[in-house]
């Protein structure tokens, strides 16, 4: 089972939206038994909130549900209980190598460098633009997928 975290500074917009889209392609695949997907914070602000309306509004028009969320945040611990912890942007990746000084194991990663275009998912806090993220995220996504069952295939896994 491959264990993945995405990670942004609030948990209530893009790694949440992330976590739900990611979910989403695995169910569609029949794969649920080998992804364990979460998400969290880098900060403390919104922790307890559940994702921000404009965020869940889009999830739902593409027919994804997030209900039950809740933010959390990101703790030490997580290095070791993950494979992949997945930051949506610089900052985030800045929170991230402070708190896990040492990625030997090379776990920390943007989302969309597994794309064809590597950039950052730009906040929809700030742009107001909630269908570009979830675009981003979709992308991101679906190009990390396919990154993990080409890996495992290479392995000589099922995927």
Known sequence: MTKILFICHGNICRSSCAEYVFRDIVKRSDMEDDFYVESKATSSEELGN?????????????????????ARR???????????????DSEN???MNRMWKDDSE???????????????????WYTRDF????????????ALFQHL?????KKGGRR
């Open 50 to 70: 559940g994702m921000y309306p404009p965020m869940a509004k889009v999830l739902i028009s593409h027919g994804i549900i997030s209900s039950g969320h809740r």
């Open 74 to 88: 990101m703790k030490e611990g997580d290095y070791d209980d993950f494979d992949l912890l997945i930051g949506m």
């Open 93 to 95: 990746m800045y929170y």
């Open 106 to 124: 090379r776990k920390l990663h943007l989302l969309l460098d597994y794309t064809d275009n590597p950039r950052e998912v730009s906040d929809p």
């Open 149 to 153: 069952n080409e890996e495992n295939a």
């Open 131 to 142: 269908e570009t993220a979830y675009r981003d995220i979709v992308e991101g996504c679906e």
